[in-house]
Nanobody, 120 residues
């Protein structure tokens, strides 16, 4: 079983920055993909950004140029640097990881979510 723990959410003013972190632990053999999704009240969960292996990244159009995803493979940790935040970025942010465990079984795990609120 693989667990993901997020941190770094909070309240920030428009134009401000936050950095989210997500650490994976458990029976991990390898992690292929790590990513961030978000869900605003009354809306469906949507992709924010993903990173495959060390440096292949993908971003939602709404965050391109403002958010940067990165990962530390040695620590099984993924980060999301969020700059120039807007009120519409307000949501619960969820970490996601896909890989295989020591029994070579595929896994896909989710974190518990961290609240990001952008407001003056």
């Amino acid at each position: 079983q693989v667990q993901l723990v997020e941190s770094g959410g909070g309240l920030v003013q428009p134009g401000g920055s936050l950095r989210l972190s997500c650490a994976a632990s458990g029976s991990i053999f390898s992690i292929y993909l790590m990513g961030w999704y978000r869900q605003a009240p009354g809306k469906q969960r949507e992709l924010v950004a993903t990173i495959i292996n060390r440096d292949t990244t993908n971003y939602a159009d709404s965050v391109k140029g403002r958010f940067t995803i990165s990962r530390d493979n040695a620590k099984n940790t993924v980060y999301l640097q969020m700059n120039s935040l807007k009120p519409e970025d307000t949501a619960v942010y969820y970490c996601n990881a896909m890989g295989s465990d020591y029994a070579r079984r595929d896994f896909r795990s989710w974190g518990q979510g961290t609240q990001v609120t952008v407001s003056s």
